[in-house]
């Protein structure tokens, strides 16, 4: 079966940094994708992990471990244009097959 | 260069009326997928195309909801006798096949 978790929401200040974690269970594994989704739009790709670590793009981090069925998505230096939903998916990088989304977490930031 | 187009962007429909989604993917890509999602959740899988073959709709979730993609291009999903619980916005995706999926904004659907 898929089973993927992660936070319904999270609140955090503007100029802070936020980890928001993902936990799944799948059948099968090929890699772990992040998505951001602003309401009313559609989701845009953040990240893709296959291999366990971290890995850094500009303010945006991703970390994974395929041994603990982990992830988190690290956001640094906190923008109000940040606050949207974070979904965490799992599925191979070349679309060969469906990917597999959980609920996502709604991001609120503050001022 | 333009990115996956979908029409309309809101649908309105009575319960019991059918509906055509159509779904414009990015020029050349041959994945495309359609996905469900509701209110506060993530999207749902439905089906996917590889080209004009539909290779998986293991996630369509009754026989009233039917996808095809005659020329591997356009696709369209149709939902036959619409229920209330069929609400929600309905994604596409597409992708080049060695690259992440690329979305459309989605048609919200509302069955009344």
């Known amino acids: 079966g898929q089973n993927i978790d992660q936070p319904t929401e999270m609140t955090a200040t503007e100029g802070a940094i936020v980890q928001i974690n993902c936990t799944y269970q799948t059948s099968g594994f090929n890699g772990l994708f992040w998505y951001q989704q602003h309401a009313g739009e559609a989701p845009t790709f953040l990240s893709y992990?296959?291999?366990?670590g971290l890995e850094e793009k500009g303010r945006f981090s991703s970390f994974l471990s395929r041994s603990k069925g982990y992830s988190y998505l690290l956001l640094k230096e906190l923008q109000m244009k940040d606050s949207a939903s974070y979904l965490c998916?799992?599925?191979?990088?070349?679309?060969?097959?469906?990917?597999?989304f959980g609920s996502g977490t709604r991001l609120s930031i503050r001022p | 260069g333009a990115g996956v187009s979908q029409s309309p962007r809101y649908k309105v429909a009575k319960r019991g009326q059918d509906v055509a989604l159509r779904c414009d993917p990015i020029?050349?890509?041959?994945?495309l997928f359609w996905y469900q999602q509701a209110l506060g959740q993530g999207p749902e899988f439905l089906t996917y195309f590889q080209n004009e073959a539909q290779l998986d709709k293991s996630g369509l979730p009754s026989d009233r909801f039917f996808a095809e993609r005659p020329e591997g291009s356009v696709s369209t999903l149709k939902i036959q006798r619409t229920q209330q619980e069929d609400s929600a916005v309905y994604l596409c995706?597409?992708?080049?096949?060695?690259?992440?999926?690329?979305f459309g904004n989605g048609t919200r659907l509302t069955v009344t």
């Open positions: 998916a799992v599925g191979p990088y070349s679309s060969a097959s469906k990917i597999i």
């Open positions: 995706a597409s992708s080049l096949g060695d690259s992440p999926l690329h």
């Open positions: 020029s050349g890509h041959v994945s």
């Open positions: 992990n296959v291999l366990d």
